[in-house]
């Protein structure tokens, strides 16, 4: 599967889940695995999260 | 003004002269914002409920807040631990009013709806963000006003969401807000060390770029009180201080600078 953004090689391990960041190596982009049915797999961008997490 | 965080870790540890010290500086506005997530943990787990942690891309570990553990979060900051620290200052003639950022809308925050995790494979994950968030806007006139009635403000870090569900946020950045938009001239992070220390050398000043730039390099926890440090600057606050709460009048010594990391514009 090819990155959205720059169209590198974006690499999914088999067993990766729904929830899962994947990040482009070319262009450094985020996606977040939205949907995976066998190997038909839905990206969308990923939500920029900082890290303030709470106490 | 000043706005003072006392860290979670050092309610229980305070020099016995700290109380005294805060009546001095009361007379000029003292506001204090507190901690406690390590109470948090054991009245949790000693009510049965097990907390999650949950560690971050950049290896910060953090409390996964559900709905269980955000109820017993909002019970023990804003029941306990306020309360604790309001009866210590009212004991020694301080005459302190307990919130939380829920009370009068003090902390209004974003709730997250996402976090990244680590999985357990190693692999970055986004998750349910559950009940954290970031604060948006301080009730700063309910606060202007307690102080002007002669009170002192003791605020605990539950803030309310725009859809009114108790969050929890953190210590450190509660105060920096606080003390930002009530527009405090100083904001004292009282710890359990001297201050930010860089090769186990105590850092004594640093600006507001200098402190910036040394962010991603300092360990956390200490991380995160630079950072709030630099926030509260940035929205106008003349000078931070981080420094030990466990010393000898802790807040008198960091006002004169000795022995603590004072951080300015």
Known sequence: ?55 | MITIKIGGSIVDNLHPTTIADIKKVSQQGVILVHGGAKQVTQISEALGKKQKFIVSPSGIKSRFTDQETVEIFTMVMSGKINKTIVRMLQKNGINAVGLSGIDGQILQADRKKKLIVVNEKGRKMAIDGGYTGKIREVNASLIKSILDQGYTPVISPVAISEEYDFLNVDGDRAAAYVAGKVKADRILFLTNVDGLLMDNKLVKNLSLSEAKEMLPKIGHGMEKKVLAATESLEMGVNEALIANGQKENPISSALSHDNCTVITK
Do not use: F, Q, R, T
């Open chain 1, 1 to 55: 599967m090819n990155c959205p953004e720059c169209d590198g090689k974006l690499n999914i391990p088999d067993d990766a889940a729904v929830g899962e960041i994947i990040s482009c190596p070319d262009c450094g982009s985020d996606y977040e695995i939205s949907k995976k049915d066998g190997s038909n797999i839905e990206l969308k961008l990923a939500e920029k999260v900082g890290e303030d997490w709470g106490e």
